[in-house]
């Protein structure tokens, strides 16, 4: 089947196949398909919902809603809210809390955290959670719903890191986490010798929690305890690949996952993306290092659209 798509940077229209051989495919909702929205809808404004007083709270619920319709296809679609809710249904098996990952998790796919910041090159807070090169159900932080809406053990996580000044989004980067942070190990160390080294000092009582510790009856009388928790952040990509990027004028749309998580996706997503023919656009093979070991390189998919 035919599908003209209007291409919104050169004004043109070209025509997307859908190839023979991928006829038979059943849809999966998944990153790809997402980011193919994305850039075919690529003068998206966010609005903040008016869900709390703080502003910045707002914006990040926005760009969680903006990343949800973008995986469920909905950018640009005048839905009633109910109408979306049964989208959504069909798109994903757990849409999250605040408190902990993910945001959510795909059906049968990949779990989304996202990220809001304001300035395009911002570090980000992860707040009491370690970086994450994937989701494990696991893990003590991931939130119980998730754990529960699937029978899961371990799955890709992607980062949805949005710079958001006003309402405007500047720059977008989908970045899986195996690209992005270290193993789970290297971050339960640091944890696990932290809460070692307060568990030893004398006469304290300490509780281990889902954080590094609680240490209660810190004084004499007994009514003083103390919350150990850590605040992690982690480098922007735009920092860490700025070879990669770069600053134009407008907008920046960015997807970045390792070439074997590329290779299994759908071969007609992959076509799609590959038949995109835009100045402002550019699929390419990259090498990025190993975030385990940077001596090593590796082969990832970098895919940008730039305005």
């Not at 999966?28 to 869900?51: G, Q």
């Not at 799955?155 to 992005?180: E, H, N, T």
């Not at 509780?207 to 240490?215: A, C, P, Y």
């Not at 997807?255 to 071969?267: A, D, G, H, I, T």
Request: proline letters at 5%; charged letters at 25%; glycine letters at 6%.
């Amino acid at each position: 089947m035919r599908k003209l798509l209007t291409n919104l940077r050169g004004g043109r229209e070209t025509e997307n196949i859908k190839p023979d051989n991928a006829s038979h495919e059943v849809v999966s909702y998944n990153t790809l398909r997402a980011f193919r929205h994305i850039i075919e809808n690529p003068n998206a404004t966010i609005n903040p919902a008016k869900i709390s007083s703080n502003r910045i709270n707002n914006v990040g619920d926005a760009l969680e809603g903006f990343i949800k319709d973008a995986y469920a296809e909905l950018l640009d679609t005048h839905l009633s809210d109910y109408e979306k809710d049964v989208v959504y249904s069909r798109v994903f098996s757990w849409l999250g809390n605040s408190g902990n990952p993910p945001d959510s998790m795909l059906r049968g796919g990949d779990g989304i955290e996202v990220k809001k910041i304001q300035s395009i090159s911002s570090a980000i807070a992860l707040n009491s959670s370690s970086p994450k090169n994937r989701l494990y159900a696991s893990d003590t932080r991931v939130a119980t719903g998730a754990k529960t809406a699937e029978n899961w053990i371990e799955k890709d996580i992607v980062y949805a890191i949005g710079s958001v000044p006003g309402q405007d989004l500047k720059r977008l980067w989908l970045i899986y986490g195996d690209c992005y942070a270290a193993s789970k190990e290297v971050y339960d160390r640091l944890s696990n010798a932290i809460a070692t080294g307060v568990r030893q000092l004398p006469d304290i009582q300490f509780q281990k929690t889902n954080e590094l510790g609680r240490v209660n009856k810190v004084d004499p009388l007994g009514i003083t305890n103390l919350r150990v928790r850590g605040m992690w952040h982690i480098d922007n990509p735009s920092r860490v690949y700025v070879h990669l990027v770069s600053n134009s004028p407008n907008r920046q749309y960015y997807l970045l996952m390792r070439e074997e998580k590329y290779q299994n996706f759908p071969l007609g997503d992959r076509l799609a993306l590959e038949r995109i023919q835009s100045p402002h656009y550019d699929n390419s093979l990259v090498e990025i290092r190993n975030p385990d070991n940077p001596a090593q390189l590796i082969k990832a998919r970098f895919i940008k659209y730039e305005i």
